[in-house]
Structure formats: C-alpha cells, structure tokens
C-alpha cells in the first residue's frame, strides 16, 4: 500500500478535535475519563496514519457516533444514538471460556492494564453497502488471546455481546436471537489488523459504537465486528455467528468484504462513504489485501462468502 | 357532513397537506439536514409515503362502501396520482442520486436484486394506472375497460410491499403491518363479490 506524504491525516486537526471532543464533553456530561483507554499520542503517527488510504478521509465524530447498526438499541440507524443513554459500561468484565488452559473472567481495567493502546484509522464498510473511516483506539486481539492461552486444539475464537434488555430496549424484542454472537478462525483472530477498540476519536467508545470494548476486523463486513463483548470462546469447530444464523444465503461466516461476490439485496461493487455524493467502488477485502489475503489463499470465497 | 361537496371542498388542503413532505425533504436534502446519509433517507422516506399513499387508496374504497362516506371515493383520485407522484420521485432518487445513470448497473440491479425488481415492477404498473386517471380516458374507454385496468393497483399493492418488507433486515413488523391490511382490503372486496349475486336475489 503507497503512503504518500498527503494522506497522512493532519495530527494537528485530529488533536483538535480531540480536545474539542473531550472539551464538550467534559463540559455538558462531566465526563469520568479513563486515561488507560487511550493512545499514547506521542508514539510515531505512522502506527495510524499507515492504514489509511490516499482516497480516505477521516469521518466526523458526528457521523461515527448518531449513524450506526447496533439493533440492541433498535433497527433505525439513530436509534442506537439515541436509546443508549442508559447502558452502563462499567464495571465490565470479560469471560474466556471454551478451549483454554484455564476458564477465568477478567476484570476489563485488568485487560488494559496489560496491553498497548494505539490509534488505528480503518475504513469500515458496512455489508449494506455504504462506508467510513474511524479513528479508533484499542488494542491487538492477539494480546487478549495470549492472555487466555488457548489449547493448540482450539481453532476458533467466538465472541458474545452483553445481553441486558432492561438497558438495551431493542433487545426485548426478537429481531435477532440475543445475545448477538460473531466469531473468527483462529488465525483471523491473530492477525495483526484485528483489534479490540476501546475508544474512538481519542475518547472511551460510546455506548452507540459498543463500549466499552468492541472487536474491529476491517476486512470484513461490519456486522463482523462485534460490539460491547462479555464473552470469549475458543472451539475446535467453526461457531455460529448471528447473521449467518437468520439468513444464511445472504450472509456467510467469513463475510470478507468482496466486491465480486454478490449480495442478493446489495450490489457489492460499489459503496457510499458517508458524506460523499457519488459511489466508490469497493476495494478486495476492503482495501487490506496485501495483509490479509493469504488467509484464504486455498479457499473458494465465492462459496466461502 | 360527508357530502361531496364537503370533500371536494376538502382537496385543497389535502393537496397542500401530501405534497408538504416531498417540498420538506428536497429542503432538507439541499439544506444538507436530512441525516448522515441523505440520500438513503431521501428515498426511504420518499417510498414509505408511496406505499401508504398506495394503501390510502385502497382503504377509500372499502370506506366507500360505508353509506354516510360514500362520498370520500371522490378524494381517492388525487390520492392516487400523489402515490405516483411519491412512486416517481423514489425512483429519480434511486436513477439520478443513488446511481447517477449509470444505467448499466442499475438494468443488472433490476434484474438480480428480487426487492429491485419487486419495486420496479410495481412502478411499472402503476404507470397505467395514472395516464388514464381523467374522466376523458375513462369515458374513451368505457367504464368497464377502464375499472379492469385500474384492478392493477392490487399487483402494485403487493409488490410494493414485498418490495419493503424484503429490504428490511430484521424486524418486520412494518411491513407485516402493511401487507396485512392490503390482504383484509382485498379479501373484504372479494367477500363482497361474493355476496353480491345473493343481495341482488
């Protein structure tokens, strides 16, 4: 991937609107905010400006947080912006289970406590076919997986969102079969793009985008990733993830983001970016072909959708 | 109260009170106030409004057969002509905005996409419909002819939608909600041909 000199996301600007963000927040909500859940800024920018593509452009705070698909807060596109006032994401702890040397819950401030919190800028497209670039902070999921210390049986990794209908009204209804679950093949899980973001914008995710910690897969659709986890699985046989589950001929296990396979609602060769008029035609993998693609080197992925 | 006179009296206001909405959106849309992606919220709203207008017409002519509202089926024309209306600026949203004419996608869009084609379809049949909404068409083609024709609005009806309720991901009650009123409409107008032979006896 080229990096040219005038993609690299202005840091000036982007702190900016940091301290601007975290300013009207602190402001209007009086904010608590966990230092540890955020990138150390002065580390070298190349760690989240490399990713970004000369076409990208950061997303809006704006846009990112009051337009998004997290159908435990209802199935409208605002709706998660404006029925998550009430989900508390602390304290928060994460069980690992399945296949390890030894099942334990972990306190989530232990988990980071332990990690390296950095920026990544990734695109993030949307299996409906629009599109957009976040600033998010987290940290790599191969870290978290270390911790747990999978047996070499386990294969696959699952991952299970909060299940709290009293704080999360779009669960009492049955769209879905709650609790939302996703999942990976062991080495997707430990590839070094996959992260587990905890912020975003350089401040604690918000409950509309999955705090406190959600998973961030950008090769694949984004219903891939996974938002607000409570649960770590690791399987010997591959898990079934929610989408799949509903409506297996339109949304497949690996869901790589692919715009010569064909969705039966959605054309997946091109996209909308939030904010722009005309479409963009939908890069292989999203864009991370180089980093990914060896993955399914020996895999049909008009079968393996 | 219900007399023709008082709905014709109402037109107006109804006229002004439909065509509202689309004038608000284009506003907003151009205002740059219609959400983060105005584009899919211009031509969602646009359709949902079709759709109930479609279903608004159906139901005038079941309430017609209410004897003190005899007289509304005089408001289900320009109801009609305003679904259309709705119908064609859904699809300019969709060809202009969404696709920008780039006409080779959008044909292979219609062709695979099942809720593509449902939509288009729909519109398709409606487009009869509407070029023979004046009393001169209706006397050119006699009452009979012109009443056949106008049986497509159940076609339209449904396709329309199925047309929303495969495009919903997960929670269809929407959709449900419509196509449960367009079959008790329609089974209401079968029941009453049913019946009708016995009334006459």
């Known amino acids: 991937m080229k990096i040219l000199g005038s993609e690299i996301t202005p840091y000036k600007t982007y702190l900016n609107r940091r301290k601007f963000i975290k300013g009207s927040l602190a402001s209007t909500m009086l904010a608590t905010v966990t230092s540890s859940a955020f990138a150390n800024h002065d580390s070298d920018l190349s760690i989240y400006t490399k990713n970004l593509n000369e076409n990208d452009k950061l997303n809006s705070y704006e846009e990112i947080t009051t337009y998004n698909n997290f159908y ?6 605002k709706h998660p912006h404006l029925n998550s006032g009430n989900f508390k994401p602390r304290p928060w702890t994460i069980k690992i289970d399945g296949l390890v040397k030894k099942p334990q819950t972990f306190d989530l401030e232990k988990i980071l406590s332990n990690v390296t919190i950095e920026d990544r800028v990734y695109r993030l497209r949307c299996v409906e076919a629009w599109s957009m670039v976040i600033p998010w902070q987290g940290f790599q999921l191969s870290e978290l997986i270390k911790m747990a210390e999978p047996l070499s049986s386990a294969k696959y990794v699952q991952f299970v969102t909060v299940f709290r209908p009293e704080e999360m009204p779009g669960q009492q209804k049955r769209t879905i079969i709650w609790p939302y679950r996703e999942g990976l093949r062991m080495d997707e899980a430990m590839n070094p793009l996959t992260i587990l973001a905890t912020g975003l914008y350089g401040h604690e995710m918000p409950n509309q985008n999955g705090a406190p910690i959600r998973l961030v897969v950008p090769w694949k659709y984004g219903f891939k990733s996974i938002k607000s986890i409570v649960e770590i699985r690791f ?52 864009g991370y072909e180089e980093e990914v693609a060896h993955l399914y080197k020996d895999l049909d992925l008009t079968k393996f959708y | 109260m219900f007399s023709t006179r008082n709905f014709n009296r109402s037109k107006p206001v109804l006229f002004i009170l439909i065509l509202f909405p689309s004038l608000l959106w284009a506003y907003q849309f151009v205002t740059g106030n219609l959400g983060v992606n105005p584009i899919e919220k211009l031509m969602d709203e646009l359709g949902l409004m079709a759709l109930r207008l479609i279903i608004i017409t159906l139901m ?34 969709y060809i202009v905005l ?64 199925m047309h929303f309720y495969v495009l919903v991901r997960a929670d269809k009650t929407e959709p449900v909600i419509y196509m449960g009123i367009i079959i008790l409409l329609l089974l209401h107008r079968i029941f009453k041909r049913l019946t009708r032979p016995q009334l006459a006896q």
């Not at chain 1, 435990?72 to 596109?77: I, L």
């Not at chain 2, 487009?127 to 209706?138: E, F, K, R, V, Y």
């Open chain 2, 60 to 93: 005038i002519t079941t309430l017609s057969n209410i004897k003190p509202l005899k007289s509304i089926v005089v408001l289900r024309r320009m109801i009609g002509l305003f679904a259309f209306y709705y119908v064609c600026l859904h699809f300019s949203t």
């Open chain 1, 235 to 286: 399987l010997d046989t591959q898990p079934e993830t929610s989408w799949e589950t509903l409506a297996p001929w339109e949304y497949g296990f690996y869901a790589n983001v692919n715009p010569n396979v064909n969705h039966p609602r959605w054309s997946q060769g091109t996209e909308r970016r939030i904010g722009e008029f005309k479409r963009r035609e939908t890069l292989m993998f999203n």
């Open chain 1, 72 to 77: 435990e807060f209802g199935t409208h596109k």
């Open chain 2, 98 to 161: 969404d696709h920008f004419l780039d006409m080779q996608f959008i044909i292979q869009d219609i062709i695979k996409r099942p809720f593509i084609t449902f939509g288009f379809i729909s519109f398709l049949f409606l487009i009869p419909l509407a070029s023979t909404s004046t009393n001169n068409m209706i006397k050119r083609l006699g009452f009979k002819l012109w009443k056949k024709i106008h049986y497509l609005i159940y076609p339209v009806a449904i396709l329309a939608c």
